[in-house]
């Protein structure tokens, strides 16, 4: 019965390489995030989705392209894999309506690590 | 635009003790405000949130933080410190409710034996 889940939660790639994290949310929720979480542990939002919607780019690369086939999930996919995107990257979602549409439910984090 | 301001990137309190961890925002609007923990190698769990009601929050584990306006501040306090309550803790601020959060630094909690 897990809420926001996040494949794989380790991913270790060369320079250079495409790769995707995949996220997908059984809550309902019409709204998802992705977040960078650095080697400093800081948080940084990079894209908002909206009902399938691209909302919110942070200014993030445009090697990082973000995909939502449908509500229930938003995949990241990483072209040309650099040093400097190793991090965790965090899936959240939520609701537009109701009680906790204020409450970003997050997924487990997938470590990314580029060497 | 707004920010969170956490004070101390890390805290060490003995067990039994008082935990206040700090947190100051900016904001041009009245703001929603969030507390998360994350345990090591965990993603972020909800602490508690402030969203224009009860300025003085409870949450889960034995944490409340109060609102205080007037200070830009939302702090979180829990009177007696566990050792699994060793962690990091963010707070976070946004606009809306539908808008995304913006974090502090994080502030690493250890608790003493």
């Known amino acids: 019965d897990t809420a926001v889940s996040q494949t794989p939660k380790y991913l270790v790639t060369q320079m250079g390489n495409d790769k995707s994290i995949k996220c997908e949310q059984n809550?309902?929720?019409?709204?998802m995030y992705w977040y960078k979480q650095d080697s400093k542990k800081f948080l940084k939002i990079m894209f908002s989705y909206n009902n399938k919607e691209l909302i919110i780019n942070e200014t993030v690369p445009n090697r990082f392209s973000p995909k939502s086939p449908d509500k229930a999930h938003l995949n990241l996919h990483i072209n040309s894999l650099e040093l400097g995107d190793s991090a965790v990257y965090f899936c959240?979602?939520?609701?537009?309506?109701?009680?906790?549409?204020?409450?970003?439910?997050f997924g487990p984090g997938t470590r990314l690590t580029v060497l | 635009a707004q920010s969170v301001t956490q004070l101390g990137s890390h805290v060490s309190v003995s067990e039994g003790a008082l935990v206040l961890l700090r947190c100051n925002y900016s904001?041009?609007?009245?703001?929603?405000l969030f507390w998360y923990v994350q345990y090591p190698n965990q993603g972020l769990q909800l602490l508690l949130k402030?969203?224009?009601?009860?300025?003085l929050v409870k949450g889960i584990n034995g944490f409340e933080a109060e609102f205080k306006k007037s200070e830009t501040s939302f702090h979180l306090t829990k009177p007696s410190a566990h050792m699994s309550d060793a962690a990091e803790y963010f707070c976070a601020v946004s606009r809306s409710g539908n808008t995304p959060l913006v974090f502090g630094k994080g502030t690493r909690l250890s608790v003493i034996a």
């Open positions: 402030y969203t224009s009601a009860a300025t």
């Open positions: 959240a979602s939520r609701p537009t309506t109701g009680a906790g549409y204020n409450e970003q439910f």
């Open positions: 904001s041009s609007v009245p703001p929603y």
């Open positions: 809550l309902g929720h019409d709204t």
